[in-house]
């Protein structure tokens, strides 16, 4: 008899058991064989070896075992401690066990091997027991025919025994393991006859709690579902193996099934697992549950002489298949997709499948493999006192884990004393999780190596056995046993896992402590995560299980913000910075990562990953400038080693004293920097600058210049490439910059300050070099200093600087641009008075022979408006870079070389150039966007667009203030819209009349000009009215045109006078000035006021209220034009007479002539007497004549109140109304105008 007791006390089981180097068949054949499936080419002989380091049976862990002597406790070794679950280290693999788990299949003697394991669990024994397996009749040796191994425990005090068989049935047993039970023959056999064609496949011991090998149940099963019993006998003291069937019901039935099950698989498919149900009695009979692939078998046995008596078998397949859709949140799937992997019973009576689910199977099986979803399905009868009673899903429990490795379907479960712990065991990884109802809590621990160090073992006390019903673990625990690091121990917290899942009185909850303490668990597990990863004697991590309590943003900063500040618990305080630096960008690395193992990226806030991302570019920052500066101490060919050291030193200085930071005694400045301040990374280099500007010395400020330069560009070009290479790993965007160093508001200046300072280090340097090679080289006396490219020198100083100068503008502009894209307006204006300089910065890298590069940055930066500039003042090869880049830049580079040509006024190149021919297209949209229709109308033309040619002619007509110019535009105008009319189409269409008439309605005004010019020029130039001087000219024409207006309106012939200049030199005037000069002079022609009205209904410029007052004004000096007295004089006259007088009348002949051409309603251009009275105010004047003072203002208003007075007189004495109805009733518009 034996006890079980702590695993951490007794290890002998564990210590002397067995476990094969290979994985193992048997009960392990359904668990995960990478070994072999890594090895598949290899070839397996007759003969092999089987390695039984420190535990398993057929990759189960047997339960620890009580030695009569106690051992002495062992220490393990702490590998991860949360508050829910911990992973310990207990033993090594002995090396020849460690070798042949590293080898390929370890297949190549006839012995088993076993380590001895007694008092020192932790350290690598190197005592091996070796033991020959039975044959397997010649044959070669495949995965499907390696031998089935358990161990077999035995009364208390004695050593477990080992049993194993062939899959032909062949078994050995030993009772004990040890030295002396490796001698040949040692063993007791037995043979098991199985039916043609079938083989073993499946070997499970189970023990029962206090029970001998006598009483201990081990079941074998074959791949026809056949189950056998075998028994470990001792009639006289000594053991022997003996086997009975298994049989299925009896009767015609049950004969056929028991033929069935002898001959052939069944239709519920092959044996999965077996566990040991309820103890019944006290004859150590119990319940045994045999899980098939889609149904459950239930049986009782009844001590070792009874046969095992057959309850049911009920299809469980089709109820879990429903349960894992619905929580899997599938409506439609294949049942095949659904496979029972595992059972156990739990101490509460229920049972626990082991589930797996794939949603698709359509699949890759790589990819099935990452998208299998695993449960553990509770099953319960309603009544647990029938013994036939069926089974029920009474809960589904999802088993949600993130996990970086591909788990496979290879899974055990594993639930120490019946529960409520639970563990799923997997090659590369542990679920571990609980069955209590109303308790949510999973989560994973991985192997670190899942190649080379996989779970081979595994067992714990009481899994699939006889537990006790009334009690409940505070603490559940299992033993691994991997390919590499040997026995581990993973413990669950179930007392805590409870306490924290138990329901709260609101009154008694503190919700900030409960927070707090949640907090206070995620941060340490986190912690643990990342300061133990790369720590190679911590074979396991874990991950963030999907529900974690907790606020994951303000947990992750804070940790982030302790490595970056050097305030964590676990950060190394070597004095060696270059390590710790080292390590504290490794733990922000590892930060991150652990995030994305964790699938939790999706759960920190954007502000979050970015601040994030900034910490670490700091970090990754640091560590390149530690390194330059610690290289500074070390002694170099050219003296100048304590250059680097002095200037940043001397800034590093300086910044402390701004903050008033009062040192300990013989304090490293510069070291505390770069362990507690590298949050303030940016500002440090204003403070280099300061230094350098505070130096007199011309030579001693060059030379600082050139070391300034390098560790500035040294940081930026490592913030430049921590971003190129993590900016994804972060999901940052571009525009989330301004929080990062680089977007300090000083550097800026510091950048272009330095490189200023850079060009005249190098002009410098160039003169002090030239002065030394004057005396050598006199064909360089008198060379021009400014042009120190040209001077041949080989001081790589010079080119060196040159070099540093054309990595400053890179860095400028690349910060300037981070700062054009960012939300802040200041900082954005900022930015753009350095946008402004990038061409002077581009083309002084072009003088220090540079060109190259200022050609590349002005590409990578897209600054085609500088680009197109070095083109021009290259002056070589100018078309075949045009060429070049217009094929690479298209539009963007064609466009800006289309404005330089604009700038420059060339814009006959601009339309002629090669390029136009082949982009013509590009050429024609520029010029329409930037509404260049003074040159685009030629483009147009070069395209064959007549139509837009015209269309842009018409509209430059319009702004064309010479009256010869803007005839010229509106004959080709005209030329070009009858070019764009096909030959098909009709001139007579409304489309194309309407447009002729609008060019030729350009033409009248044209026309109207042509005649007032040709009338003043006839004046100014008769015998009698020479005169030289413009004023006097001016002066004759307004005598001779406006006589009448200048004797009696003499501010109305002022105005006549201010527009008589325009006319002369052929310039339009405004639409106003052109009516008064036409509506004012003595001698109208016919169509004069026709003409007014329509040049002042078809301005479109001219405002409403000033359009209605130069109506009222043609229409007021049309009326007071005619003589009225004598027309209504009708003595002798017929009405055909009297009609015939009305229609020579300015009124009728205006009314006829534009109601016949314009398009709008009459009463919207014709004013009645009535109507037609000047009413503008003195405001409205000014407006219009701001040139006019006060005084002339009034003269004005005088002189329309006199056309006032003249309107009024013809409506009261010649009854002017009744006739300009009667010459509207002659025009058929009295109509139209009562509408």
Request: overall charge negative; proline content about 4%; aromatic content about 8%.
């Amino acid at each position: 008899m034996f006890t079980v007791k702590n695993a951490k006390e007794q290890l002998l089981s564990q210590g002397e058991s067995a476990t094969l180097a290979t994985p193992l068949q048997g009960e392990s054949s359904t668990l995960p064989t990478p070994l072999l499936d890594e090895r598949e080419d290899l070839e397996f002989t007759p003969t092999w070896t089987i390695e039984l380091p420190q535990t398993t049976t057929s990759n189960l862990i047997q339960p620890p075992v009580k030695m009569e002597t106690e051992l002495e406790k062992p220490t393990p070794a702490l590998y991860l401690k949360f508050e829910k679950h911990e992973v310990e280290h207990f033993g090594s693999l002995p090396t020849e066990v460690e070798e042949l788990m590293r080898s390929a299949a370890g297949l190549s003697s006839e012995h088993i091997s076993l380590q001895k394991y007694m008092t020192q669990p932790l350290k690598r024994p190197d005592t091996v027991y070796k033991f020959q397996m039975p044959s397997c009749d010649g044959e070669p040796i495949d995965s499907d025919k390696l031998p089935l191994v358990c161990l077999i425990p035995s009364a208390e005090g004695s050593k477990p025994g080992l049993l194993a068989c062939t899959p032909k049935g062949e078994f050995r047993y030993w009772e004990d393991i040890s030295y002396a039970m490796t001698e040949a023959e040692r063993y007791k056999g037995l043979k098991v006859y199985l039916q043609e064609g079938d083989q073993g496949i499946y070997l499970a011991c189970h023990e029962t709690k206090g029970s001998s090998r006598e009483n201990c149940v081990i079941i074998f099963g074959t791949e026809h579902v056949a189950l056998y019993r075998i028994q470990v006998c001792q009639p006289d003291g000594k053991p022997t193996l003996i086997s009975s069937s298994i049989s299925r019901p009896a009767g015609f039935i049950g004969q056929l099934s028991s033929y069935i099950w002898q001959s052939g698989k069944l239709d519920d498919g092959g044996i999965v697992s077996t566990t040991l149900g309820a103890k019944l009695g006290k004859n150590y009979s119990s319940e045994l549950f045999v899980l098939l692939e889609k149904s459950l078998e239930k049986w009782i046995l009844q001590g070792t002489r009874v046969a095992p008596k057959y309850k049911f078998c009920q299809d469980i397949h089709n109820i879990i298949a429903q349960e894992v859709y619905i929580s899997d949140g599938v409506f439609e799937s294949n049942p095949l997709d659904v496979q029972l992997l595992d059972i156990e019973f739990a101490k509460n009576g229920e049972l626990v499948i082991l589930v797996s689910h794939l949603p698709n199977s359509q699949q890759s099986e790589s990819d099935q493999n990452k998208d299998l979803t695993y449960f553990l399905v509770v099953l319960n009868t309603i009544d647990q006192e029938s013994s036939s009673g069926q089974y029920n899903v009474t809960r589904c429990i999802p088993l949600k884990v993130h996990s970086n490795v591909s788990l496979g379907p290879n899974a055990k479960l594993v639930m120490p004393n019946g529960g409520p712990g639970a563990f799923v065991v997997f090659p590369q990884a542990i679920i571990v999780t609980t069955i209590l109802k109303d308790v949510n809590y999973t989560n994973i621990i991985t192997m670190c190596d899942p190649i080379n160090d996989i779970i081979v073992g595994f067992g714990a006390e009481g899994s699939k056995s006889w537990h006790p019903r009334d009690t409940t673990d505070d603490i559940s625990e299992m033993l691994i046993l991997t390919t590499k690091t040997g026995v581990m121990s993973c413990r669950l917290n179930i007392s805590e896992i409870i306490e924290e899942n138990a329901p709260l009185q609101s009154e008694q909850m503190d919700i900030e402590d409960s927070q707090a303490k949640r907090n206070r668990e995620l941060k340490f597990t986190i912690e643990q995560a990342i300061f133990r990863k790369d720590d190679t004697n911590v074979p396991v991590f874990c991950t963030l299980p999907p529900d974690f309590k907790g606020d994951i943003n303000k947990v992750v900063l804070e940790i982030s913000d302790e490595i970056l500040d050097s305030r964590s618990q676990y950060l190394d305080e070597s004095i060696d910075l270059k390590s710790q630096l080292q390590e504290r960008n490794n733990k922000m690395a590892s930060l991150i990562q652990f995030i994305h193992n964790s699938k939790a990226v999706d759960k920190l806030h954007p502000s979050t990953r970015q601040r994030l991302f900034w910490n670490a570019e700091k970090m990754a920052c640091v560590k390149k400038l530690w390194n330059h500066h610690n290289a500074s101490y070390l002694p170099t060919q050219d003296g100048a080693e304590g250059l680097c050291r002095k200037l940043l030193n001397s800034a590093i200085h300086e910044y402390f004293q701004d903050r008033n930071f009062q040192p300990s005694p013989n304090e490293d400045l510069a070291r505390f920097f770069y362990r507690f301040r590298v949050r303030d990374l940016g500002t440090i280099f204003t403070y280099i600058q300061r230094v350098i500007e505070n130096y007199m010395d011309i030579d001693d400020r060059n030379l600082l210049v050139f070391e300034a330069n390098t560790i500035i560009l040294l940081a930026f070009e490592a913030a430049f490439d921590f971003r190129r290479m993590n900016k994804e790993l972060y999901a940052t965007t571009s525009n989330e910059s301004k929080d990062s160093w680089t977007f300090q508001p000083e550097l800026l200046k510091v950048l272009h300050q330095q490189f200023e300072d850079t060009d005249e280090a190098i002009r410098s340097f160039a003169v002090q070099h030239s002065s030394q090679t004057a005396n050598d080289s006199l064909q360089y006396i008198g060379q021009d200093v400014n042009d120190y490219n040209k001077i041949p020198t080989k001081n790589t100083r010079i080119e060196t600087l040159k070099d540093q100068m054309v990595n400053l503008a890179d860095v400028l502009l690349g910060v300037t641009t981070e700062r054009l894209i960012c939300d802040d307006v200041r900082t954005r204006s900022n930015a753009q008075s350095y946008r402004e300089k990038w061409s002077n910065i581009l083309k002084k890298l072009v003088s220090i022979g540079r060109g190259d590069r200022a050609f590349a940055l002005s590409e990578s930066y897209e600054d085609y408006k500088t680009l197109v500039d070095l083109i021009m003042e290259s002056g070589e090869n100018i078309d075949d870079y045009i060429k070049i880049f217009m094929e690479k830049y298209q539009e963007k580079f064609a466009f800006k070389l289309y404005e330089w040509y604009l700038d420059e006024e060339r814009y006959a190149d601009l339309l002629s150039h090669p390029h136009v021919s082949e982009h013509k297209e590009w050429l024609r949209v520029f010029l329409n966007e930037r509404n260049l229709g003074g040159i685009s109308w030629m483009h147009d033309i070069y395209m064959d667009n007549y139509n837009d040619a015209s269309i842009k002619l018409r509209l430059l007509t319009q702004n064309e203030k010479r009256v010869r110019k803007r005839k010229t535009f509106l004959s080709i105008s005209k030329l070009t819209f009858l070019a764009s009319l096909s030959d098909e189409m009709d001139t007579q269409n409304e489309d194309v009349q309407c447009n002729l008439e609008v060019i030729e309605n350009g033409f009248e005004l044209i026309d109207a000009y042509s005649v007032l010019q040709d009338q003043f020029v006839e004046i100014i130039t008769s015998e009698d009215q020479t005169a030289v001087d413009e004023h006097k000219q001016v002066n004759v024409i307004v005598d001779n045109a406006a006589k009448n207006v200048k004797q009696y309106r003499p501010m109305h012939a002022k105005v006549f006078a201010q527009c008589v200049p325009y006319i002369l030199h052929g310039e339009m005037l405004p639409t106003e000035g052109l009516i008064e000069v036409l509506t004012l002079k003595d001698k109208k022609e016919k169509d004069d006021f026709p003409f007014t009205l329509q040049f002042a209904l078809s301005d479109d410029k001219l405002p409403d209220d000033r359009r209605r007052a130069i109506l009222q004004t043609i229409w007021r000096r049309i009326y007071i034009t005619d003589r009225w007295d004598c027309i209504s004089n009708t003595n002798d006259m017929s009405d055909e007479d009297v009609n015939e007088q009305i229609k020579g009348t300015a009124v009728y002949h205006t009314l006829d002539i534009v109601s016949q051409t314009a398009d709008i309603p009459l009463i919207q251009w014709f004013c009645p007497p009535a109507e037609a009275f000047f009413a503008s105010t003195e405001e409205q004047l000014n407006r219009r004549f701001p040139e006019f003072n006060e005084e002339e203002l009034v003269g004005l208003i005088e002189d329309y109140k006199k056309e006032n007075t003249a309107l009024e007189k013809v409506i009261q004495e010649y009854n002017l109304v009744m006739h300009v109805d009667h010459a509207l009733k002659l025009l058929d518009l009295k109509s139209a105008l009562d509408l």
